[in-house]
């Protein structure tokens, strides 16, 4: 990967790969889309100091370790559903106001959802589902969903989860 520096789209889901992820990958200049979904990647997610980036789908894997650094202010969709991903919700990702996709279900993340997701503007699905969150859907979240429609799911009772969403599609 440290060769592919002028590479721009990556998108080799479904295809049965194994291994960890190159931290080299997070560092290439070019890149705006890869999709690495549906195979057998384990270890942690390198952190992305890609500016360019604007799709990002690890999903479906077995990624573990928190949700790393992102810097690009340009990323529309961000997939990393049904990993083992644990720690918190990071308030470093309400700042990806080009947000339209945040899928981050079926993980082990713990604790709140961060106020900075109400600056979410461009949000359209957001699901937060089949973690262990605690306390209230932020308030700024909710307005933003009354302003705009998009689909908003979470688990806000039963296991392990307590949270509060007076804004969401499905509240199992």
Do not use: W
């Not at 604007?54 to 949700?67: F, K, Q, R, T």
């Not at 918190?88 to 959802?113: D, F, H, K, P, Q």
């Not at 997701?117 to 957001?126: A, S, V």
Request: proline letters at 3%.
């Amino acid at each position: 990967f440290a060769y592919l520096n002028n590479l721009a789209v990556l998108m080799l889901g479904r295809n049965n790969i194994e291994g960890t992820l190159p931290i080299e990958i997070g560092n290439m200049a070019e890149l705006r889309v890869l999709g690495l979904n549906n195979n057998e990647f384990f270890g942690t997610i390198p952190g992305f100091r890609v500016q360019k980036l604007e799709v990002l789908h690890l999903d479906g894997n077995a990624l573990s370790g928190e949700i790393p650094e992102i810097a690009s202010l340009a990323m529309r969709e961000l997939r990393l559903d049904v990993n083992t991903l644990s720690g918190s919700l990071t308030s470093r990702l309400g700042s990806l106001e080009a947000l339209e996709i945040m899928r981050l279900e079926y993980n082990r993340l713990v604790g709140t959802v961060p106020e900075e997701f109400g600056k979410l503007k461009q949000i359209e699905e957001l699901n937060i589902e089949g973690n262990q969150l605690l306390g209230s859907v932020p308030s700024e979240l909710c307005k933003l969903r009354a302003q705009r429609v998009f689909d908003f799911q979470a688990v806000c009772y039963g296991g392990n989860t307590a949270l509060e969403c007076a804004c969401c599609d499905e509240c199992k």
